[in-house]
T-cell receptor, first 111, second 115 residues
């Protein structure tokens, strides 16, 4: 079975500051991938960043980076230099044979 | 990037009728498609995993006779909500991938309202 847990239902950050969103997971598969998706009010799912479990190096994508701790089954997302457009629901996701999402974190960016 | 098109975006149907939602991969072959349901302010709940040419694998608690999923080709999967009831009203969204290691792309989602 696979589970994805996001323990922070809501987070807020000042514009231009840094925020970290937490995610833990559990899976019995050895070949899996982790994602962070962003869902704005339009409901369109937008891929933020992807991490292959077999890679030790943490993925980065411009202002977005992850801290992947495989042994601890932790996959947090760091957003640097936060912008107003970053405000959205953020979902952590795990894929192997299936594709499961965490409960989401609502991020507010304060001007 | 790859595009997944979902249709219709909005649909209203009468209670007791059936409604079909289509999910198409426009520029890639989707060996696997996933169907989700999302309630307001909640996460995406995986309903079923659909592999081309085979029967869908439904998650526990999802009625397979009510939510019929067909994945007859590498570019099209359909979700049919049969004998719809007001409690089936929700946002339904599909996603698709070419293989287990590939990026997953999402459709735009479909709002279903049953009156």
């Amino acid at each position: 079975a696979q589970t994805v847990t996001q323990s922070q239902p809501e987070m807020s950050v000042q514009e231009a500051e840094t925020v970290t969103l937490s995610c833990t997971y559990d899976t019995s598969e050895s070949d899996y991938y982790l994602f962070w998706y962003k869902q704005p009010p339009s409901r369109q799912m937008i891929l933020v960043i992807r991490q292959e479990a077999y890679k030790q190096q943490n993925a980065t994508e411009n202002r977005f980076s992850v801290n992947f701790q495989k042994a601890a089954k932790s996959f947090s997302l760091k957003i640097s230099d936060s912008q107003l457009g970053d405000a959205a629901m953020y979902f952590c996701a795990l894929t192997g044979n299936q594709f499961y999402f965490g409960t989401g974190t609502s991020l507010t960016v304060i001007p | 990037g790859a595009v997944v098109s979902q249709h219709p975006s909005w649909v209203i149907c009468k209670s007791g009728t059936s409604v079909k939602i289509e999910c198409r991969s426009l520029d890639f072959q989707a060996t696997t498609m996933f169907w989700y349901r999302q309630f307001p302010k909640q996460s995406l709940m995986l309903m079923a995993t659909s592999n081309e040419g085979s029967k869908a694998t439904y998650e526990q608690g999802v009625e397979k006779d009510k939510f019929l999923i067909n994945h007859a080709s590498l570019t099209l999967s359909t979700l049919t909500v049969t004998s719809a009831h007001p409690e089936d009203s929700s946002f339904y969204i599909c996603s698709a991938r070419t293989g287990k290691r590939s990026t997953i792309y999402f459709g735009e989602g479909s709002w279903l309202t049953v009156v």
